[in-house]
């Protein structure tokens, strides 16, 4: 698997039919690193590039659009998986510098999947949903444009309360 797509097509996409084509590609990526090992390094190293720019764009773009009081317990609860799944990454990280083994990536790569099933199964009928009725033609056209376009600047990591 190469890099995600960044073609044309983007631009007669809605945001959240963007969005849930980087759930399933992150997946993807995973699923074929867990079934390959480590010759599927390098999918899984764009997988979690993927899904770090992904988490980036919900919590700087998207979230803050959705200002309904009724999506504030579900926002908070993707705030708080969107750390734990970067705390795993950070381990996916350490593992592939120190070169761990394969048996261990494997299986910090079925974890990641396994909080993505979690957390996806959640956002996508509960926050996309919502998004996809209340965004403004314009807010969900300019969506769209980022989604395609923007880069996490360095350094960046998901909220904290603390
Ligand atoms: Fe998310
Ligand atoms: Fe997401």
Known sequence: MNEAPRDTTLAATTPME??????QEV????EYFVAHGIAGAPQLRTALAALR????V??????PMLQDPALRMPLFVMLTEHRDLW?????????????GSSDRLQALGRTLLAQLDRH???????????AATSL????AASLTETIATIEV?????????D
């Open 18 to 23: 963007a969005l849930e084509r980087e759930h």
């Open 27 to 30: 997946d993807a990526g995973l």
């Open 53 to 56: 720019r992904h988490i980036f």
């Open 58 to 63: 919900e919590e700087e773009c998207l979230f």
């Open 87 to 99: 705390r795993t990454m950070e381990e996916i990280d350490a593992a592939l510098d120190g070169e």
């Open 120 to 130: 996806n199964s959640k956002e996508e009928p509960i926050i996309y949903a919502h």
């Open 136 to 139: 403004p033609p314009e807010a």
């Open 153 to 161: 600047p360095a350094g960046w990591s998901p909220a904290t309360d």
